[in-house]
């Protein structure tokens, strides 16, 4: 299993990114992805969930709820993470993770390298 991800960097407050995290060695349509996101001094926190094929429907935090927007394309075995109205707080390495079935539930088992995002003027 393999996961990279992608698309982060240095963007102004109220700016937006779009995380890629290209998936390989697994049927991906099979398993739920969810995006964690760990800044400064703080513990790993769960960003988002989207479940596999028939496995519901995706999760996202309260706290960018209305911002990010987690989806993917099974064709091309990649999780995305839109990020809009980006605010400094939202500073941190994203991770995308491979959960261990279909649905959003528990930890990831797999985990990608992360990437950075920093919002700052």
């Known amino acids: 299993v393999q996961l990279v991800e992608s698309g982060g960097g240095l963007v102004q407050p109220g700016g937006s990114l779009r995380l890629s995290c290209a998936a390989s060695?697994?049927?991906?349509?099979?398993?739920?992805m969810s995006w964690y996101r760990q800044g400064p001094g703080k513990e790993r926190e769960l960003v988002a969930t989207i479940p596999g094929s028939g496995g519901g429907s995706a999760n996202i935090a309260s706290s960018v709820n209305g911002r990010f927007t987690i989806s993917r394309d099974n064709a091309k075995n990649t999780v995305y993470l839109q990020m809009k109205s980006l605010k400094p707080e939202d500073t941190a390495v994203y991770y995308c993770?491979?959960?261990?079935?279909?649905?959003?539930?528990?930890?990831?088992?797999?985990w990608g390298q992360g990437t950075q995002v920093t919002v700052s003027s």
């Open positions: 993770g491979r959960l261990a079935g279909r649905w959003n539930r528990g930890t990831p088992v797999y």
């Open positions: 060695g697994f049927t991906f349509s099979s398993y739920a």
